[in-house]
């Protein structure tokens, strides 16, 4: 008559590790994907933010002049006071830093005109991660819409 000493067989132990070890992979790719994902909308939301405070800041007058958002630099987003990125006063440049992995697609400078706010193209920003895109959209009138 066979004992029975009341232990796991090689097999068992190989088999639960083999489940662990799908359940592990599984979860580590959704895990990268919401990561992912809250990475683009946290861009997204920063870069919705640079553009309402250079729209407020042309609204409110600030120094009588207009304000505007330079988004072609690949550290940083740049709140600048002029009516270009290029004709700007550099004594009053506000910079945001910006993730790396993401690109932007569309227009790499808006200029909003002081007290009504305006902007200087309309367009469509197109932020994207290499697999997700998220677009924010500005008319002519300084709708920011995301």
Do not use: C
């Amino acid at each position: 008559m066979a004992e029975n000493n009341g232990g796991f067989t090689i097999w068992e132990i190989l088999l639960v590790l083999g489940l662990m070890a799908i359940l592990f992979s599984l979860g580590l790719l959704v895990s990268m994907d919401f990561y992912r994902q809250k990475i683009l909308g946290a861009e997204r939301d920063i870069v919705v933010a640079v553009l309402k405070r250079a729209r407020n800041e042309a609204q409110n007058n600030i120094n009588q002049s207009s304000h505007g958002v330079y988004l072609g630099s690949a550290s940083n987003y740049v709140i600048f006071q002029g009516n270009t990125y290029a004709s700007r006063n550099t004594n009053f440049d506000e910079m945001f830093s910006r993730s790396g992995g993401i690109v932007l697609n569309g227009p790499s400078e808006l200029a909003f005109s002081s007290l009504d706010g305006s902007s200087s193209v309309s367009g469509t920003i197109s932020i994207s991660n290499g697999i997700q895109t998220s677009t924010i959209s500005v008319n002519t009138e300084g709708r920011i819409d995301w």
